[in-house]
């Protein structure tokens, strides 16, 4: 018999509303609702939590390895595969030996990106890898079925049998354009069926990563993510597929991002709620507990800028992913989005995961939130809005009709577009990119090609002001300086000086070579500044005569600089306009605009020194 026993008796016990009144008067004359952050999901995150949250939620008591499964499908130690993508081009020969590298070198798997899969070298896979001891994946976009009657015919060759492959197919057309052909349903179907001897090798799989890559929220990457599943099995089921068998072959690709708690979180529901789908569909418990869920650091968080930031990213993003018990996972190579990786930044993504394991011993502890006050009440409140919007889209008739009337790619712009207009305000942050910037940074690529190339991901969260960045970039390689902003302070208000600091550090992060210049009164800036060499000019300015009276004289300037008012202008911007000044910048003002009109003006720029 065990007996519980209450540690730190001394201590009285408090309530809620003791640490409310604690925090209230430590606030003093802050109130205490000025804390409270409201999600993009539309969940209120308080800045304390007790054990009153939790003592009403029906999972508190739940182990690891039990039915939900909301706290992982294990229950001894926290193991996970160190899955790292290769992209294959032609045969993939050259990709094969660098898998056979890898897994002597801490990769416990290999996932195969390829391009055209009728090219790749099956025959010399198999003399390279052993395919009955290694974990291989495949990504493919078109023809798996036939690749895998190709990948089974070799097995037999090699004398393996079906049940000892581990590994399986990512191939998704559904989430990635909303429908499901008939031809790409059968071609599911013959997957499932090849496959039906290995139960190690997966062979259904839905994209997550679909949607966050594209900036949709932790409820809308969830449920999106189960109604596309709720899809394949309807489909696959009326087309003969036995329903246990679609169960044991779903898998999960998901993203895993920088916002650490959230993250998290996001696993426990997702495996809480297939399990109650499983449910809805009579299915044995035990095959909810089959799904296996893949993570790869986040396509939406990395940038081209200071790239060296994007190690620190992926290893936050990874721990978030383990914590959480995904069953694999890939880390991103830093250098991703602007050149092909090398052996380098292959190696470091590689460890990231095995440090996590090997020195962090993070694979020693399941579901370490467990007990979490607040991860307790997040995953209650993030599993009930994303269980309601997934009855949202099945009401509607389910995936497929809510993606063609627009509902699903409609409801991730509007998240995206409140994300996007956050990182250009400054009030979500993007380390190197729109704050922090690396002033010695040297771009050691084409800033001109790189944006023209069709695989450079344009929707990540970074990529309005990377263009912005490149346009600074090019300036510099065709005049052999920096772009110039001149930011002027006149007079000593505080008010100005904090929008005249904003101005200063959004010109540095968009590359240029920024100065802070300091004048007591307006004639002595008005005399200085006429003659700066500079493209843009700020002015703060304490008494508003002041920015009446130098507008309309700066733009006497031979070089017309794009003049800027660090204010808000409220119900005066067309008059300041009509005085001369192009635009304005302020604490929390949306960069979009600005931005743009920089470009511009520095394309044109560019335009006429060659003409």
């Known amino acids: 018999m065990t007996h519980e026993q209450k540690l730190f008796t001394e201590f009285t016990p408090a309530t809620a509303a003791d640490w409310e009144e604690r925090a209230r008067k ?22 304390f939590f007790t054990q009153e949250d939790v003592q009403q939620l029906p999972l508190m008591q739940q182990q690891p ?119 790409e349903k059968e071609t599911a179907v013959s997957m499932v069926q090849q496959t039906q001897d290995s139960r190690d090798f997966y062979s259904l799989a839905v994209y997550g990563s679909n949607f966050s890559s594209i900036g949709a929220s932790f409820t809308q990457e969830i449920a999106f993510t189960l109604n596309a599943a709720v899809t394949y099995i309807d489909k696959l089921t009326e087309a003969g597929v036995p329903l246990e068998a679609t169960f044991r072959n779903m898998q999960f690709y998901m993203a895993s991002g920088t916002n650490y708690f959230f993250e998290i979180v996001k696993l426990r529901v997702l495996r809480l709620l297939w399990a109650a789908v499983a449910e809805a569909y009579g299915v044995e418990k035990a095959l909810a507990g089959a799904i296996r869920i893949h993570s790869t650091t986040s396509s939406w968080f990395e940038t081209t800028l200071d790239p060296y930031v ?15 018990g995904c069953d694999s996972l ?13 052996e380098f930044s292959e190696r470091i993504a590689r460890n990231v995961s095995t440090i996590l394991k090997e020195e962090a011993y993070l694979d020693k502890a399941i579901d370490p939130a467990a007990g979490s006050y607040y991860l307790e009440s997040l995953t209650n409140q993030l599993a009930v809005h994303s269980w309601d919007l997934f009855k949202e889209v099945e009401a509607q008739g389910g995936f497929e009709a809510a993606y063609q009337n627009g509902f699903i790619l409609g409801a991730i712009t509007n998240v995206s577009r409140k994300k996007f207009a956050n ?28 944006i023209q190339r069709a695989d450079f991901d344009t929707t990540r969260a970074a990529y309005p002001t990377e263009v912005m960045r490149m346009a600074t970039e090019l300036h510099l390689r065709k005049r052999k300086r920096r772009p110039r902003a001149v930011v002027a302070i006149i007079g000593h208000a505080e008010k100005r000086q904090l929008n005249a600091t904003f101005a200063e550090e959004f010109f540095s992060c968009a590359g240029f070579e920024t100065e802070l210049q300091q004048y007591n009164a307006v004639a002595e800036a008005s005399d200085s500044l006429i003659h700066a060499a500079a493209e843009v000019v700020v002015i703060s300015a304490s008494e508003t005569t002041y920015t009446h009276e130098l507008a309309p004289r700066l733009k006497q300037h031979h070089v017309k600089p794009i003049i800027i008012l660090a204010a808000d202008p409220q119900h005066m911007k067309a008059e300041m306009m009509q005085q001369g000044y192009d635009e304005f910048i302020f604490e929390d003002c949306d960069t979009t605009t600005l931005l743009e009109l920089v470009q511009k003006r520095l394309a044109q720029n560019e335009q006429d020194q060659q003409e």
Request: charged fraction near 25%.
């Open 330 to 342: 890939s880390v991103t190579p830093f250098d991703n989005t602007f050149r092909r990786s090398d």
């Open 310 to 324: 994007n190690m620190l990213r992926v290893t936050t993003e990874a721990m978030a992913a383990i914590l959480a």
């Open 26 to 47: 430590d606030l003093r004359d802050t109130a205490l609702e000025s804390l409270f952050l409201r999600t993009y999901d539309g969940i209120t995150i308080k800045p």
């Open 65 to 183: 390895g039990q039915f939900p499964f909301m706290r992982g499908t294990r229950s001894g130690q926290n193991n996970w595969l160190n899955i790292q993508q290769i992209k294959v081009e032609g045969n993939g020969k050259p990709a094969i030996d660098k898998a056979a590298d890898a897994l002597q070198r801490g990769a416990d798997g290999i996932c195969f990106v390829l391009g055209n899969d009728t090219l790749f070298d099956i025959a010399y896979l198999a003399d390279t890898l052993d395919l009955s001891k290694h974990v291989v994946h495949f990504r493919l976009k078109d023809t798996p079925a036939p690749f895998i009657k190709r990948l089974y015919a070799q097995l037999e060759q090699k004398h393996i049998t079906p049940d000892t492959v581990r590994g399986g197919v990512y191939y998704d057309p559904l989430t990635s354009k909303g429908c499901l052909s008939e031809e």
């Open 423 to 450: 990182i250009a305000t400054g009030r979500e942050i993007l380390v190197g990119t729109n704050k922090y910037p690396n002033p010695k940074e040297k771009v050691d690529f084409d800033p001109e090609e790189l």
